[in-house]
């Protein structure tokens, strides 16, 4: 088994990067055509993310403008705990480097003694507005072992903490927080309302300061983060009467108008939680119907979405290179838009849009994807021109 180096250079690494952590002023977004593709080469081993397959979870960071990679599986392993950041404002202004905007904010082993999360797979992954950090939030995690990359004194597949003599303390199915300012994980709370596999995304509410997450049941749980207190919320039926599959789909959501969008991948439906009513409703079909896998199956773990709050809709990429589609929430009615859009000059012959997670910039006003099984690409698209705040808004 592989083992990962571990020690002080880490730490050395930790300080050089924070000393190097400044906030984010104004920015003039890139200038790129609207609707349009493109497509960026992901990096080399060790410079970013590379040959990524799925799982990965990004959410954006006002305090710097860049985004934030936690968890997921790539370069043929799995429940990485590495988390990096990339600008997306100066990968496009370096469209041949694909290292460029990329950077290691914690690694895979960090200093001894330090708390950081065990094995993360595909977890909740959330900016706090008013803390100015991240909420990880089980989720899917695992130990490591057979396919996973193990840290000097790591116990192999062991199914709790691992507090390392030498080296960091590796905490199992914790809720934990990241501060970008620091590059620092910190320990939060055990209480993940059940195991947490299998329930995935989370929001951040910061008008009632907590996290709202699919839970067992299935429910949507809402933890009250000053009170370490969840509250389970029925999900009701879907309009076939059917129990809606959200526990395991990518939310977008609208901070403005207070409502989260979801795809249930396996039986075709796209609902909305309203975050005021603490209600689930279901707004009707997705276009193609239920996420399809190998022949004769649908997939519960695809269904991607991402909300761009400048031009205010949803953006659906069905799984495996199926198509795009824009939902417009707020027309009468609202409706489905095939986005069929064309590639930035110079894309490779036969290139299909492909990522198995995305995060909107509102501050650089694009969508940044990143692709999966083969599509080893940063995928990049504004869809409207409207105009960018020189600062991400912050919600109270």
């Known amino acids: 088994m592989k083992r990962l180096a571990l020690g002080a250079s880490a730490l050395l690494a930790i300080l050089a990067l924070a000393a ?18 493109i497509s960026l080469r992901l990096p080399a081993e060790g410079k970013g993310i590379s ?31 590495e988390t990096w950041s990339l600008d997306a404002a100066e ?24 708390p950081q999360p065990k094995g993360p797979d595909f977890v909740g992954w959330t900016w706090d507005s008013r803390r100015n950090v991240f909420w990880m939030v089980p989720g899917e995690m695992q130990p490591h072992g057979q396919y996973a990359l193990v840290c000097p004194g790591e116990r192999p597949d062991f199914y709790g903490d691992d507090l390392i003599a030498d080296g960091p303390h590796l905490l199992f199915r914790h809720i934990m927080t990241f501060d970008p300012a620091t590059r620092t994980w910190a320990d939060y709370d055990t209480n993940i309302n ?38 389970n919320h029925s ?22 108008k207070r409502r989260i969008f979801m795809i249930d991948p396996l039986n075709g439906r796209l609902h909305r939680w309203d975050m005021d009513a603490r209600k689930l409703s279901d707004l009707g ?16 773990d695809k269904a991607y979405a991402v909300w761009d709050s400048n031009a205010k809709v949803l953006i659906h990429n069905r799984y495996n290179r199926d198509g795009v589609f824009v939902y417009h929430p707020d027309e009468a009615p609202p409706r489905w838009e ?14 299909r849009v492909h990522w198995n997670g995305a995060a909107f910039d509102p501050v650089n006003n694009v969508l940044v ?16 021109a409207s105009p960018a705040p020189s600062a991400a808004p912050v919600r109270r």
């Open 20 to 37: 190097a952590t400044r906030a984010a002023g104004p920015t003039i977004p890139p200038s790129i055509p609207e609707k349009q593709w």
């Open 51 to 81: 040959h990524m397959d799925k799982h990965v979870t990004l959410a954006f960071s006002p305090l710097n403008n860049r985004i934030y990679f936690t968890g997921g599986d790539y370069v043929g392993k799995s429940y990485r705990q």
């Open 91 to 114: 990968r496009l202004r370096s469209p041949s480097d694909p290292a460029a905007g990329w950077r290691l904010e914690y690694p895979a082993c960090g200093p001894k003694g330090a």
């Open 194 to 231: 059940g195991k947490g596999s299998d329930i995935w995304y989370s929001v951040y509410d910061p008008v009632t300061d907590s996290i709202i997450r699919p839970s067992p049941g299935p429910t949507m749980g809402v933890y009250d983060i000053k009170a370490k207190k969840w509250t």
């Open 235 to 256: 999900l009701g039926s879907d309009a076939n009467g059917k129990t809606p599959e959200i526990a395991r789909a990518h939310y977008a959501t609208d901070y403005e």
């Open 285 to 300: 079909p997705i276009p193609k119907g239920p996420i399809q896998g190998p022949p004769g199956t649908v997939i519960p």
């Open 338 to 351: 095939v986005a069929d859009f064309p590639f930035a000059p110079g894309a490779p012959a036969g290139l």
């Open 369 to 384: 994807g990143i692709g999966g099984e083969g599509s080893d690409y940063v995928w990049l698209l504004r869809y409207s």
